[in-house]
């Protein structure tokens, strides 16, 4: 009964590197979200994945970050170029389907000094 | 314009001084409110989902209930390990399965 995972838990990195942010969801769960959390601001959608659609990308700020979700399950979002502004806390969800509950993991805190 | 707004952004009560968090709403169409706790350097944590007006859900000291406009949580004698922030959300629009966040309320419990 392993809840949403992710990896790592912290991450410092300088101003113009990549990154790559790790999500293992729950067992089962077809249904996998990204979202970001800034300091003052509230949670923000990034991308979803439903099974082996077309991925929903209308949250992503930006053309360096995308994501990608291998085999239905481990999903990696990745941030290229990184810029100070992108320091926040990735929350990852997954829920069974589209539009049921999400279930959040604990969070990647990236701070891009 | 947001479509789903909180209030009180901060909320302090003193041990057992009941009250209640309000949570606005735009969408139309409204295909579930979902509540969540969020505490401190974690993710937050699903407490409850309303889908019609005239709903509620309890849970311990907390009950949610929902109107066609609004949602609130109302805590009943808090603890201080209710402490946290509490987050409500939506689904922004039709065919969308992501949630829209308000920006919470920071609830601190005093003993």
């Known amino acids: 009964g392993a809840g949403v995972s992710q990896s790592p838990s912290n991450k410092v990195t300088e101003k113009g590197k990549d990154v790559e942010l790790r999500c293992d969801p729950i067992s089962g769960h077809t249904a996998l979200y990204w979202y970001r959390q800034s300091l003052g601001q509230g949670l923000e959608f990034l991308i979803y994945?439903?099974?082996?659609?077309?991925?929903?990308k209308s949250g992503l700020p930006s053309d360096r970050f995308s994501a990608e979700r291998t085999g239905g399950s481990v999903s990696t979002l990745t941030i290229q170029r990184t810029q100070q502004e992108d320091s926040a806390v990735y929350l990852c969800?997954?829920?069974?389907?589209?539009?049921?509950?999400?279930?959040f993991g604990p969070g990647t805190r990236l701070l891009v000094l | 314009e947001d479509q789903v707004t909180q209030s009180p952004e901060a909320l302090r009560l003193q041990e057992g001084e009941s009250s209640s968090l309000n949570c606005s709403y735009t969408?139309?169409?409204?295909?579930?409110l979902f509540w969540y706790r969020q505490d401190p350097g974690k993710g937050p944590e699903f407490l409850f989902t309303l889908y019609s007006a005239g709903e509620e859900k309890e849970k311990e000291r907390l009950k949610a209930t929902l109107t066609k406009k609004e949602s609130f949580l109302h805590i009943t004698a808090p603890k201080p390990e209710d402490s946290a922030t509490y987050l409500c959300?939506?689904?922004?629009?039709?065919?969308?399965?992501?949630?829209?966040f308000g920006k919470g309320t920071k609830l601190s419990v005093i003993p």
């Open positions: 969408v139309s169409g409204l295909r579930g």
């Open positions: 969800a997954s829920s069974l389907a589209g539009g049921e509950t999400q279930y």
């Open positions: 959300a939506v689904p922004p629009g039709a065919g969308s399965y992501q949630l829209t």
């Open positions: 994945f439903q099974g082996n659609s077309a991925p929903d």
